[in-house]
């Protein structure tokens, strides 16, 4: 029997669930629902049947934050696949299984997006039991969701005959309200998960049938990738030749042994705030309120964030604050909000892509304050953790120790700060800041300068590759 192995694809972006959600840190990484993100919960929710470490294939910008967040839950993944841009699911889970099969292995891949939301996990693993004996005898496994209303934003799936895993009849592209329907009150209908189970071998044999472009791109560009630290980072100009498809159009719609597995575990792809509420606790005016909120006679609502929140008379709204950002929408129109990621990108505005606290692997930064010529960050820097030797033409800084201890690099002197001591780098001079502590290190940085953008940094010397 074929050992399991779990395929987690976080190469999203995230920007439906915007202004929590963001380019530079998208859904998968937020605890949306529950303390756990979305990514480790993915991860929690099959260790106990995966036979094999899993596989993670990630956008390269957010290969630090795919580590830390695997490794706070003890992960240890065989591999993390960092493509340089999107190709879509088919390219994707092509990477994995070249990666997989690459010492003469060849486990059962199940693949999971890391940005889905399973309420009835027991019934999940049951599912994956019962489509396991389909994907060892060569079929290709998809879990079809069993409908709970006629939704017009998935794609469906109609099913052959069977009570358990059966045959696709066919896959249906997302319907409108009549067709949902009709499909919804014949029970030969699943929508589509976009999960799936098959031996590693016969997911390449079969794109090497029905789309062979995916697979040879696919192929050259693992080859050419190189190995950093835990990473596998794929090469981009051979990626970039590599045909961007989905699995269901490159495989699944074409092959003759597509199979659907039922799955009926209050599944939800959080797809829009107005999903999130539904897959959220409430309270018996059906309200869902994440963080400090008052609600005075209100109905089917969702509020989240860190301030305080105060709603009054209003149904159905969704109402998201963050430190940067405050996103006010009717639930039937919060769909919306991928037009105002659009404005936002038109102006060229930070806050389409970047939160105001921004990750690293050394830390993060907080931009506190700005104004004309200066800007205030609040830098986190983790114990043993080292930034870059740098330096910047544009602009001097003051640092501030608020706790821990700093040591600094600034020219040819090392000095070290604790609480309540500061530095000055001048304009011009290379410097580097390490935490030689065990605690996290805590400081105030104030810029001054003509320009204070973050391209203004030349490198010299980097511990995280970026140099």
Known sequence: MSQLQPVILSGGSGTRLWPLSRESYPKQFLPLVGELTMLQATWKRVAGIAELPPIVVANEEHRFVVAEQLQQVQAGPQAIVLEPFGRNTAPAIALAALEATRDGADPLLLVLPSDHVIGDEQAFIDAVGDARSAAEAGNLV?????????????????????????????????????????????????????????????????????????????????????????????????????????????????????????????????????????????????????????????????????????????????????????????????????????ELKARKLPQASWHRKVYRPWGAYDSIDNGARFQVKRITVKPGATLSLQMHHHRAEHWIVVSGTAEVTRGDDVLLLSENQSTYIPLGVTHRLRNPGKLPLELIEVQSGSYLGEDDIVRFEDTYGRA
């Open 142 to 342: 998809t879990f079809g969701i069993v409908p709970t209303g006629p939704e017009t934003g998935y794609g469906y799936i109609k099913a052959g005959s069977g009570t358990s895993t059966r045959p696709v009849d066919r896959f249906v592209e997302k319907p409108d309200f009549a067709t949902a329907q009709q499909y919804v009150a014949s029970g030969e209908y699943f929508w589509n998960s976009g999960m799936f189970l098959f031996k590693a071998s016969r997911y390449l044999e079969e794109l090497a049938q029905h789309h062979p472009g995916i697979l040879a791109g696919s192929r050259n560009a693992l080859a050419s990738a190189r190995q950093d630290a835990d990473f596998i980072r794929i090469d981009g100009d051979a990626f970039a030749a590599t045909p961007s498809d989905s699995i269901d159009y490159a495989v699944m719609e074409k092959t003759s042994t597509a199979t659907v597995t039922p799955l009926d575990a209050h599944w939800s792809d959080v797809g829009s705030w107005a999903s999130l509420r539904e897959v959220s606790p409430q309270d018996a005016d059906g309200n869902a309120h994440h963080g400090d909120v008052v609600a005075i006679d209100c109905r089917n609502t969702y509020a989240h964030g860190s301030r305080l929140i105060a709603m009054i008379g209003l149904e159905d709204t969704i109402v998201v604050e963050t430190d940067d950002a405050i996103l006010v929408g009717r639930s039937d129109r919060i769909q919306q909000v991928k037009d105002v990621v659009a």
